[in-house]
């Protein structure tokens, strides 16, 4: 009996952390450690595209799941993401540049919050995407969907913006999806 119980209070914490269905979004301006970060509108982000680095994170301690910005647990198995910049939640698909696999999650946090890197994610995507060892790899992010349930957005009501960084010196070349950082 006691046995049956511990298995039913486990499966019930593991199960509260799974359900996606944030109503609205997330993509309000916020400041972390004196920087200004505007999230895009939940509109304008499905089709967007951006390259740029990725590393991974584990939000949770022993038994303890971390909380995403959003409010939801987030679990050692859990596939999830963060990004500074897209509405949460959304569903985009990662590709890793150096190997060409790929997968889709869902972004639910906010981060990664040191330069250069444009994306976060959990343990389990990065070995999905062969960069655990690593720690870090070049990715391309493609947005599929913002929202969850009736709030769910799949095509842009508007085009996505173009992130281009503006070099220093006037001769240097642009390169596709470089962030314009003023």
Known sequence: MVRLWCVLMIAAATLSGCGHDYEGYKYRPYTVRGVHYVPMQPDEAP??????IASHYKESWLIF???TAIGENCWDWSSSGAHKTL???CK????????????????????PFIAGRNLDVTAPVAKKL???DAGLA????????VGDGSYRIKKARRQPPVRVALPVDSDVALTPFQEYGG
């Open 130 to 132: 062969g960069f655990y």
């Open 87 to 89: 509405p949460l939640p």
């Open 65 to 67: 799941p971390g909380k």
């Open 47 to 52: 089709g967007y595209v951006e390259e740029g």
């Open 92 to 111: 985009v698909r990662v590709t890793n540049l150096s190997n060409g696999r790929k997968t889709v999650i869902r972004l639910n946090d906010r981060g």
């Open 138 to 145: 070049p990715v391309r992010i493609e947005v599929l969907s």
